[in-house]
């Protein structure tokens, strides 16, 4: 089975170093089912493609089930396995560029951090639904997509189509973010794996679904398809998946009383913690009386909606690092519909958190909701001083989650997001406040966001962060 990615990046050889494969090198690298190989067909400045070739062994595969689970058929070693894409390609695409989908390229960080023009083929790809699902799965994460069905037997038009489609995806994508997507909806659209799945699954699930899954319109379908059978890990899934949206759907239905969280909310139903996480910025926001606010990290918008709706905030900026999320961000707004007078008070655009930018700066606020446990903590350093050396708002709002209260979520394994790079209990966060506002000269004010336990208190935190007026002797 064969999977080509291409870009007219210029220069296009730039795809070697975000991949961690060098465009003059033939590398192989030996799977449980087989053999992966990476090559490049053709590396120049103007075009440059990787190819992942995968051979699997029938054999080898059938060897793997164990004596606990005996299957005397043919199926084992006649099947189409090592012709058409499946999880057995998505586990070796996690495998071969593992550092790549993590989104980790020292040589060339900025571009690892930002949309590049892409083209990803399948030649052969099961896409059980036909090719309309490859449309309803790619598309909303800004692909174009081309799913040609491929004729049962071309010899015989009369029998019909197969199952199988080429799919060829292009657009402007993070390189990371497309790779994870791949590594989720592969197994997807054939709707089978090759390997047992366990408890572990939904912290796959998550880890390479990030906010994506969480924004996309067909989550359920997604998580059902990708889990299986397995309907106990599905609704888990989907309740974690409420920690990064308000409406996760638990039947196909936008739920927007947060049905799905219950599931992972120790008590009864009570308003959706990302919403309460919502209320409680924008109380802190017109307290401070803010008129301008910058949205660091915005995702999807759901924040930038609300400040829109606050009259008494005049100018509103949200920025992220996904191109996705902002084109996301814009459809939720509505920004194509938007009049001359709301479009002047909204900015959206492109950036990351870690490196300075002059755009970040002159708003009365600037909130980080959410965003501080998904940065590695040695870059944590570059964003304190980007936001609050540099930019230096008038104040600025953080939430993250509580690490004590983890506790208190039924099936919750680890981390609340496989995605975080770390988590703080109450004692570590105002640790970290006290420093980084004795070092940038702001004063530190906290606040606990949800139904606070007694012992494990609130499942948020929240810091508000005020800059301190200085003054100059004569």
């Not at 051979?55 to 084992?76: C, H, M, Y």
Request: proline share 5%.
């Amino acid at each position: 089975m064969l999977l080509t990615i291409s870009t007219t990046h210029r220069p296009a050889t730039d795809l070697g170093y975000l991949l961690h494969k060098h465009p003059d090198r033939v590398q192989e690298f030996a799977q449980s089912f087989g053999t992966a190989t990476v090559l490049y067909p053709e590396a120049g400045e103007e075009r440059c493609t990787a190819a992942l070739l995968l051979e699997v062994d029938p054999v080898r595969l059938a060897r793997r089930l164990g004596r606990s689970t005996p299957d005397f058929s043919l199926a084992q070693y006649v099947n189409d396995r090592s012709y058409a894409a499946s999880s057995l390609l998505g586990v070796a695409l996690a495998d071969v560029f593992s550092t790549a989908r993590s989104g980790i390229c020292k040589a060339r960080p900025e571009l690892a951090d930002r949309a590049i023009p892409l083209e990803i083929e399948i030649p052969v790809l099961p896409c059980r639904g036909g090719a309309e699902i490859a449309h309803r799965l790619f598309e909303p994460l800004g692909w174009r997509v081309g799913a040609t069905a491929i004729a049962l037997d071309e010899r015989f038009p009369e029998w019909g189509d197969s199952r199988y489609v080429r799919l060829v995806l292009t657009g402007d994508v993070r390189l990371a973010d497309a790779l994870s997507q791949l590594h989720v909806l592969l197994p997807v659209l054939d709707e089978s794996k090759h390997y047992w799945q366990g408890p572990d699954e939904v912290d796959k699930l998550l880890r390479s679904g990030g906010d994506w899954l969480a924004a996309h319109p067909d989550r359920t379908l997604i998580t059902r398809r990708y889990l299986g059978r397995r309907g106990g890990l599905t609704r888990v899934a989907l309740a974690r998946l409420a920690e990064l949206d308000e409406q996760v759907t638990t039947d196909g239905v936008a739920d927007a009383d947060g049905a799905a969280e219950d599931v992972l909310q120790p008590a009864e139903r009570r308003l959706p913690l990302n919403a309460q996480r919502h209320d409680a910025v924008l109380q802190v926001l017109a307290e401070l009386g803010a008129r301008s606010v910058i949205d660091l990290g915005c995702g999807p918008g759901q924040l930038l909606d609300r400040l829109l709706k606050v009259a008494g905030i005049e100018r509103v900026a949200g920025c992220d690092v996904s191109a996705r999320s902002l084109q996301q961000a814009a459809r939720r707004l509505h920004v194509d519909r938007m009049t001359e007078r709301q479009a002047g008070r909204l900015e959206l655009f492109q950036g990351a958190l870690t490196y300075e930018d002059p755009r970040f700066a002159g708003y009365d606020a600037a909130v980080l909701m959410e965003v501080v446990e998904h940065v590695d903590p040695p870059r944590l350093a570059a964003l304190e001083q980007v936001v609050l050396g540099a930019a230096r708002p008038g104040a600025v709002v953080v939430t993250t989650p509580n690490r004590e209260y983890n506790v208190l979520y039924e099936g919750l394994v680890g981390m609340r997001h496989p995605d975080h790079r770390f988590e703080w209990d109450r004692a570590e966060f105002a640790a970290w406040c006290e420093r980084v506002g004795s070092t940038y000269g702001y004063a530190v004010e906290l606040w606990g966001v949800g139904e606070a336990d007694s012992t494990h208190g609130s499942p948020t935190q929240l810091a508000i962060l005020t800059r301190k007026e200085t003054t100059t002797d004569d």
